[in-house]
């Protein structure tokens, strides 16, 4: 049991501590799952960007799906 005031204000400073590096570790966590999401989304394009062909058609740039 906490007895002392300076304990206890020791206690609340070790608790902040871990607050803060619970915060940080969601934020990275948050931030690979945004990273990964893009990843995906990037490879979604470039396949997409591989499936298209731009054609000219009577002067006018029209896309078009490879077969």
């Not at 304990?7 to 948050?30: C, F, P, R, S």
């Amino acid at each position: 049991m906490v007895t002392k005031v300076e304990d206890l204000a020791q206690v609340v400073t070790k608790v902040e501590d871990h607050v803060q590096v619970v915060k940080k570790n969601q934020v990275g966590v948050e931030m690979q799952e945004m990273k990964e999401v893009l990843e995906e989304r990037n490879v979604q394009a470039n396949n997409m960007e591989k499936s298209i062909m731009v054609c000219v058609v009577d002067g006018k740039s029209i896309l078009r799906f490879k077969d």
